[in-house]
């Protein structure tokens, strides 16, 4: 089987790549069905079905399953990035870290993404490659973002600590605290002041640490 990665290629997604209306169709498609049903339990026949297309046009887009799924975390991927705006270190130590961990929350922690977390991460025995197309692209990503702007930080005198990336890694944890486990499990995670207080005192507990 190639790898997801030279598949994706294939079908031609770049950041230059406009899909057209009948691929625009065939990617809403599958990513209802993935999200509803898993990528086992989706079929390119459900999915040529569903966009209302031929299976030689599904083909056409996308040469498996695997690189459509693969297209799909990409774009998830660049989406949420785009969602999830840097804050200027202008505004405030504190209000920049805060302006940063809502939005986190607002576009990670949804039902949304944690389902299509568990699609992913539900295939990590069989296709472990889309697990790490899925890392690359989004946490690590983040995490990197992050840690540019706790570097930026450090070098206004800010923050102290070694690693930007461990200090990021522990930033991002806080504030997200089990948002993550009550959102996965279908838990309600409680009235928005409450979010708002969770996320508040994960950046306390961060400033306690590297301020």
Known sequence: MKSPSADHATAGSTEAHVAGRKECSVIEAARKLFLEQGFAETSMDAIARSACVSKATL??????????????IEAECRL???????PDLDIGLVEAL??????????????????FFQAISSERMRFPQLCRLFFES???????????????????????FSDANEAASHFL???????????????????????????????????RAYR
């Open 98 to 115: 805060r302006s940063f961990a809502r939005q986190f929350v607002e576009v990670y922690l949804t039902p949304e993404s944690m389902a």
């Open 138 to 160: 989004g946490p690590k990503n983040e995490l990197m973002r992050v840690a540019a702007l706790l570097e930026e930080a450090k070098d206004q005198g800010l923050l102290t």
């Open 80 to 86: 949420k990035a785009s969602r999830l705006q840097m």
């Open 59 to 72: 083909y056409a887009y996308f040469p498996s399953k695997e690189a459509l799924f693969a297209h799909l």
């Open 173 to 207: 944890s806080l504030v997200r605290g089990d948002l993550p486990l009550h959102t996965a499990l279908g838990l309600e995670p409680g009235a928005e002041a409450s979010v708002t207080a969770k996320v508040d005192a994960g950046i306390d507990a961060f400033l």
